[in-house]
């Protein structure tokens, strides 16, 4: 079964303006992390944000924000005022126990299109 | 400064040949991790490793072995390889034994099976 859904395959944004990618998750695990990973055209993975499932604030790292409802099992990114170079594939990923140890799994991602 | 190297960035290999993908941390992290990326599907967990002489499967395990002898290594084999592990590879670490702290990636290892 997916685990971690993303359901917009690309995203067209004006730059400057925001924009939000959609993740929805499913655990039966109380304590689980959320991330969102980015991945521009030159290909590595770059942390963007972390969101613990205690957490009762909404995580934000700089123009990025995590909107996280967890009746909902929701945990999208939100990114303010978008750049050129925020034209990259957008990863979300659950982090969960899992047999004795932990493992990190990742949805199949959101390529966002930044237009000057 | 390295963090997570891998080894080789390209490889191109005939269906049933084995091969090894190297991967070394140098932050003494105790999780490891293999996934491959295909287009439109992500990434996905073929092999973790929590420690030294433990391992575990991911989601897409078949066709992979790997082996934990130190806390720096985490190789992943392919023993016959097939047209269909034709993708890209990257490794992982993690700092932290519980749900918290993100992974740091290798650049990636590019490998085609013809």
């Known amino acids: 079964a997916q685990k971690i859904t993303q359901t917009q395959p690309g995203m067209f944004v004006q730059e400057k303006e925001a924009v939000t990618l959609d993740c929805t998750y499913d655990t039966s695990d109380q304590s689980y992390g959320l991330f969102w990973y980015k991945q521009p055209s030159s290909g590595e993975m770059i942390f963007l944000i972390y969101q613990g499932s205690y957490d009762e604030q909404n995580a934000t790292e700089g123009r990025y924000s995590l909107n996280f409802q967890k009746a909902r099992k929701s945990a999208n990114l939100v990114i303010s005022a978008s750049q050129l170079g925020d034209s990259a594939m957008y990863f979300c990923?659950?982090?969960?126990?899992?047999?004795?140890?932990?493992?990190?799994?990742f949805g199949a991602g959101t390529r966002l299109f930044v237009k000057a | 400064n390295a963090g997570v190297t891998q080894t080789p960035k390209f490889q191109v290999l005939k269906t049933g040949q084995s091969m090894t993908l190297q991967c070394a941390q140098d932050?003494?992290?105790?999780?490891m991790s293999w996934y491959r990326q295909d287009p439109g599907m992500g990434l996905r967990l073929i092999h973790y490793?929590?420690?030294?002489?433990?391992?575990d499967q991911g989601e897409v395990p078949n066709g992979y072995n790997v082996s934990r002898s130190t806390t720096e290594d985490f190789p992943l084999r392919l023993l016959s390889a097939a047209p269909s592990q034709t993708s890209v590879y990257f490794c992982a670490s993690n700092r932290d034994r519980d749900v918290t702290g993100e992974l740091f990636f290798g650049e990636g290892s590019r490998l085609t099976v013809l």
């Open positions: 490793s929590v420690g030294a002489g433990i391992t």
């Open positions: 932050m003494n992290h105790e999780y």
């Open positions: 990923a659950m982090r969960e126990t899992h047999t004795g140890g932990f493992k990190t799994i």
